[in-house]
Nanobody, 127 residues
Framework: QVQLVESGGALVQAGGSLRLSCAAS????????MGWFRQAPGKEREFVAA????????RYADSVKGRFTISRDRAKNTVYLQMNSLKPEDTAVYYC????????????????????WGQGTQVTVSS
């Protein structure tokens, strides 16, 4: 079992920055992949970014490439999402997730690929 706890969500103005954190505990996850998803009201959960725990290999949604950076601190068992140049359309609840496998980019972009989920943290970007 893996427990995930997100933090760092806040209200920020457009153009600003935020860093989300996801603290992981439970089973060892050296072979896991970690992902960030987001869900806005009335919309489906949307892939944001993913990282392979072992070597830091990353994948991003086109909508956040060049603005968001996913990283991990293996000593702290924590995954981060650095969000820069935020836009109102980035407003959503952001969820951290863990997958037992690292596979194609298409698969890693699907919520069903992930086995564990955090409770979410709210990010609101005002215009």
């Amino acid at each position: 079992q893996v427990q995930l706890v997100e933090s760092g969500g806040a209200l920020v103005q457009a153009g600003g920055s935020l860093r989300l954190s996801c603290a992981a505990s439970g089973r060892t996850f050296s072979s896991y992949a970690m992902g960030w998803f987001r869900q806005a009201p009335g919309k489906e959960r949307e892939f944001v970014a993913a990282i392979r725990w072992s070597d830091g290999n990353t994948r991003y949604a086109d909508s956040v490439k060049g603005r968001f950076t996913i990283s991990r601190d293996r000593a702290k068992n924590t995954v981060y999402l650095q969000m820069n140049s935020l836009k109102p359309e980035d407003t959503a609840v952001y969820y951290c997730a863990a997958s037992r496998s690292w596979t194609t980019a298409q698969a890693m972009g699907r919520p069903i690929q992930y086995d564990y989920w955090g409770q979410g943290t709210q990010v609101t970007v005002s215009s």
